[in-house]
């Protein structure tokens, strides 16, 4: 039997920040004791009687918390997988704190059939070092299917439902081109009840006609600062307003995906007046870079929607604080340097960002003096929450995915240090707070010291769901 104490270290969960123990048996938290109750020493003493074998880590002055649940990623299985696969990325989200993460469907095929999910699940076997789940995706035809997919699965395939996280619905079209334009279609899948819609929100003719504006203006020299005014906050706005008003007419469990600008993060605190299950995202790429960086970043700072202004930045930073962002998705998006080079049109949209995501935070919280609680809470706490997992939350009970870092620790993000199959980051040369000394996926060490693991580490995730 496989037990671990977690000793001393600052403990920290969306309702508190307290120096403590975590007791790990086998996969599973068994127990939290804190310093600040009577009993800590006498529990202590007895779970090391109880045990004879434990391992004890000693972590005075480093800090815990629940391992991310990132549930916007792009890890290019199947069809991509020059770019990234599995294997690969899921190092890579470790290696940041993340230790489950939900994939998007926009790959090769689509993850739009009841087949494809179930070849994806299929293929995923021993090699994930984190904890893996997929999102199904909708086109303009397939909302029966997915209807019935997420309230019954498909049995005769060995597709059960809570193997479904969520549908995808790409109000935009973005890398993959899975625009679902049908109203009826859209108006079908915000009917959905069983699962979470999370939608990517940017209107198309909007953005066709600022493309088009911008080609007569630079012809094939488009610099890349026009990503902003291409991907422009009113086509986000539009789509998002659409969105919200069918969300609230449905009383649909909705995660509004990557919002960029602060015009969307009031919309959002209003229309949870009338439906709190309206959910905000953003990515720690709108967190931390402005249209500023366009010029220095180029090609590897276009992704979609696209990054706004440092006024946007600062309310979107805001948000996090007062707790109007709920979860943090990374929306990692890896592409190769090569494919990031040339002309606007012809690079694709898209950033690896995953193994940044936690530092990035905690980096942002010692700059705007946002609680460590804040971060627990939307790094894992909240994604628990919406899609039914037992994890994210240092509770008895839950999975023993777990984070250790030094909070104050400084360290320079460099190229040679990802994990990506890209190589790459647009992080590289921040200097970032938070370095992460160790991370735990089911109780076991997934990386540690700066090694990771040569064994995978991770499982299939299961969503709460109507199973019948």
């Not at 005075?60 to 294997?87: N, Q, S, W």
């Not at 007419?249 to 995906?257: E, V």
């Not at 180029?298 to 930073?317: H, I, M, Q, W």
Request: with cysteine; hydrophobic share 35%; aromatic share 6%.
């Amino acid at each position: 039997m496989s037990v671990i104490l977690l000793h001393k270290a600052t403990v920290v969960t969306g309702e508190k920040e307290d120096v403590g123990s975590i007791l790990i048996v086998e996969d599973r938290i068994s127990d939290v004791y804190y310093t600040e109750n009577e009993d800590f020493d006498a529990r202590i003493e007895e779970a090391s009687e109880r045990y004879e074998d434990i391992e004890i880590w000693n972590l005075e002055g480093k800090y815990v918390m629940a391992g991310g649940i990132d549930a916007h990623v792009h890890f290019r299985e199947p069809g991509l997988t020059h770019k990234a696969d599995i294997g690969t990325e899921s190092r890579a989200a470790v290696a940041g704190g993340v230790t489950s993460v939900i994939d998007m469907p926009n790959t090769k095929p689509a993850t739009v059939t009841a087949e494809a999910l179930k070849d994806k699940l299929d293929s995923v076997q021993d090699r994930p070092m984190a904890n893996i789940g997929f999102h199904i995706g909708a086109t303009n035809e397939n909302l029966e299917e997915i209807r019935s997919l997420v309230a019954y699965g498909k049995p005769e395939i060995g597709l059960k439902a809570s193997q479904i996280a969520g549908v995808k619905v790409f109000m935009g079209s973005s890398t993959g081109n899975m625009l679902v334009d049908d109203s009826a279609a859209i108006s079908g899948l915000f009917g959905i009840k069983e699962k979470p819609v999370a939608v990517h929100c940017e209107d198309e003719a909007t953005i066709k006609a600022s493309l088009a504006a911008a080609v007569e203006k630079y012809g094939e020299d488009i610099p890349f600062s026009e990503h902003e005014n291409i991907r422009s906050r009113r086509a986000c706005i539009k789509s998002t307003i659409k969105a919200m008003e069918m969300a609230i007419k449905n009383r649909t469990r909705l995660t509004l995906c990557h919002i960029s600008t602060k015009e969307e993060l009031e919309m959002v605190r209003a229309a949870k007046l009338s439906n709190p299950d309206i959910i905000a995202e953003t990515s720690c790429n709108y967190l931390w870079f402005s249209d500023e960086d366009y010029e220095r970043l180029g090609s590897r700072l276009k992704c979609n929607p696209s990054v706004k202004t440092p006024a946007d930045r600062k309310a979107l930073r805001e948000g996090l604080c007062n707790g109007l962002i709920d979860t943090i998705g990374s929306d990692h998006a890896p592409h190769l340097p090569s494919e990031k080079e040339g002309k606007y049109c012809n690079v694709p949209s898209g950033l690896p960002s995953i193994q940044q995501s936690l530092p990035v935070l905690l980096t942002i919280a010692a700059e705007e003096d946002i609680p460590l609680t804040r971060i627990a809470s939307v790094f894992s706490e909240k994604a628990s929450e919406i899609y039914g997992l037992k994890r994210g939350r240092i509770r008895y009970g839950y999975a023993a995915d777990l984070v250790i870092f030094d909070k104050d620790k400084e360290f320079t993000v460099r190229a040679e240090d990802q994990y990506s199959k890209c190589g790459w980051t647009p992080y590289e040369g921040e200097k970032l707070k938070g370095y992460i000394e160790a991370v735990l996926v089911n109780g076991k060490t997934a990386y540690r010291n700066g090694q990771m693991a040569e064994n995978g580490t991770g499982r299939l995730l299961e969503f709460k769901g109507l199973d019948r």
